[in-house]
């Protein structure tokens, strides 16, 4: 079986490989003071635990924003660089949806898939937009958690 990190992948490789490879994905591309920049909070973001909250929330999407901005320019060169854009694309979509949120909690990994293929179809091209529709996947999981 291919490492494309879709769903029949997904279902078969345990959790804590997915994560280890996730996880040092994200450190690949985003260098250590970046991550020390955004995880490092202001007194008044943790006056109270909802907004100590709130801010790590903020904190995760970015991150998983800015890495998956990055991976286009770390795959240009290489053989095959719309694959392996899109598998390691996939591969971090699993980490904000396992493991950044927990989501796996609230939407079943088939749920997460059919929407991260339909985002990877026109996927952004910039932290910024990557920041808009992880949002708004985020408002998606929760209508569907909703009902």
């Known amino acids: 079986m291919e490492r494309d990190y879709t769903l029949s992948y997904l279902k078969v490789t345990p959790k804590h490989d997915l994560e280890e490879l996730s996880l040092k994905m994200l450190h690949r591309l985003i260098d250590e003071q970046s991550m020390t920049e955004l995880f490092t909070f202001d007194s008044e973001e943790t006056d109270s635990e909802d907004k100590f909250q709130q801010a790590q929330f903020d904190a995760l999407l970015r991150m998983s ?66 920041v808009a529709c992880l949002t708004d996947l985020l408002r998606q999981y929760a209508q569907i958690a909703e009902q």
């Open 65 to 130: 924003a800015i890495a998956l901005s990055q991976l286009p320019a770390l795959f240009a060169e290489s053989e095959n660089s719309m694959q392996n854009i899109q598998r390691m694309q996939r591969l971090l979509l699993w980490h904000f949806y396992a493991v950044s949120f927990k989501l796996e909690q609230a939407i079943t990994l088939e749920t997460h898939c059919k929407h991260a293929e339909i985002l990877l179809e026109n996927a952004p091209l910039n932290a910024l937009e990557w």
